[in-house]
């Protein structure tokens, strides 16, 4: 039994949420520990930020007058799901036809971003991806823009009116690109500039150096983007690196002096810590020892990934030298918001490349593991005393089938697995940010 230390009061609580509690605390592959689970748990919070996580039996009769009490008995409550690497302008194409990445980039991307010129465009597209991220459990995410810095302000601002944790920036690229969405060395500089100004760390907003990839930027805007990592060391820098074979080969004959795709980027000082590399498929050791030492993360994006036919990720290479890695979405190439159908598709990924991924570690990447992957660790991605409260409610059996596989699980561990592989947005039943309930599901 615990003892309460003192009675709660209104100086240390103002909200409690009671539901059955899962977080990870550590990577389960690398500790028998690494999950706290209550079967029955309070949860209490102050200014939006935790104070304990507790038995709710126990400390349920010791809230202050005035507590705010969210009763979601009989569902799991987790850390808000964690995105490290989505387009927020490519919503309106999810799901279009096939194609491989540079054919894709050219039929539906390019066209469609160019509609970002136009800031009640950016704005309509910024709400709505923001309303998606809420109804699916995801509180946090790294964005990309287009090229328009008012499309970065459209994102943040929407991000901003509902309390969402994000890391977005100006796409930067300077060739290779319709005439209309290519800037110069010289104004991506000075538009990151003002954007930086405006938006870095002003409340839960981080920017990112956004080259889009290392094809679309001339060596004198990597240039300039190693200028700007510099001039501002808590900034985030956030690209692709080796997604697609033809991909790799077109970087191998632009940057004939480089030794690999990965190394066009280091030569310019673009690999460190609160680096974010969305794919990286098709690296080889050296690449993949280079990332661990430098403190750079791999966005695993499974459900693009798939779709466009790039290949497979190898989740073991990358955990075997304790590169940090998150999940991600890829929305739109990839082909869902849901943080659940994307770790289904990791799974089947996994499968295919003969190796392991359990719900465990599923979950862990797509809450802590993320967290940790953007250096965010210290705020989000867990229960711990004094992060930010955001999480999200999970129904583990809105349909029928659900049900019915859950009412055949005798372990979590199998109720994990059931929710990832057959799970989706009926599963989310809210969506808290800061404590503060910011989406419910109409039943």
Known sequence: MSVVPAPL??????TAIRASFLHFIA?????GDAC???EDGLMILKQGRIQMLVDAAEWIDYLPDGCALYDYSGRLVMPGFIDTHCHYPQTEIIASYGMQLLDWLQQYTFPTEEK???RDHADKIAAFFCDQMLANGTTSSAVFATVHPQSVDAIFEQAQQRGLCLIAGKVMMDRNAPPQLCDSAESSYRDCSELIQRWHLKGRAYYAVTPRFAPCSSPAQLEVC???LDENPDLYLQSHVAENRAEV???ARLFPHSRSYLDVYDGYGLLGPRSIYGHCIHLDQEDRERMAASGAAMAFCPTSNLFLGSGLFSLEDATELNIRVGIATDVGAGTSFSMLQTLAEAYKVCQLAGQQLTPL?????ATLGAAESLYLDHRIGNFALGKEADFVVLDLAPTELMQCRMDNASTLEERLFALMMLGDDRCIQATHIMGRRQYSRAI
């Not at 990577?27 to 500790?31: A, H, K, L, Y």
């Open 27 to 31: 990577d389960p592959d690398q500790r």
């Open 116 to 118: 970002f010129a136009e």
């Open 361 to 365: 570690k599923a979950f862990y990447l």
């Open 249 to 251: 080969d077109w970087v």
């Open 36 to 38: 706290e689970y209550f």
């Open 9 to 14: 009061d209104n100086n240390s609580c103002d």
């Open 226 to 228: 190693g200028q700007l």
